[in-house]
């Protein structure tokens, strides 16, 4: 319960510190910042060699074609419309 209402708490901050007339997007923009920055990195497992190759590939491809991405925004619309 108590981690709970520590979350409680983050998220009300945060919404005090937005201004009024942000979007649903801009909140969860904000909301996505804060998970991560919390996450330590040295908690993280470290990347395989296979699991840097992969990003290195799909850095490789972004920059070829950018246009081919999607933004995640869009991705989650799509979802949603199922």
């Not at 996505?32 to 840097?52: F, K």
């Not at 799909?58 to 074609?65: F, K, P, T, Y």
Request: proline letters at 5%.
């Amino acid at each position: 319960m108590e981690s709970a209402m520590g979350t409680k708490d983050t998220v009300r901050a945060l919404l005090d510190r937005l201004p009024d007339d942000c979007r649903l997007e801009d909140v969860i923009d904000e909301l996505i910042r804060l998970e991560t920055s919390d996450q330590d990195e040295g908690q993280l497992a470290p990347l395989t060699l296979a699991q840097r190759e992969e990003i290195e590939r799909r850095l490789a491809a972004l920059d070829r074609e950018p246009e081919s991405t999607v933004p995640w925004r869009e991705f989650l619309r799509s979802l949603e419309r199922g």
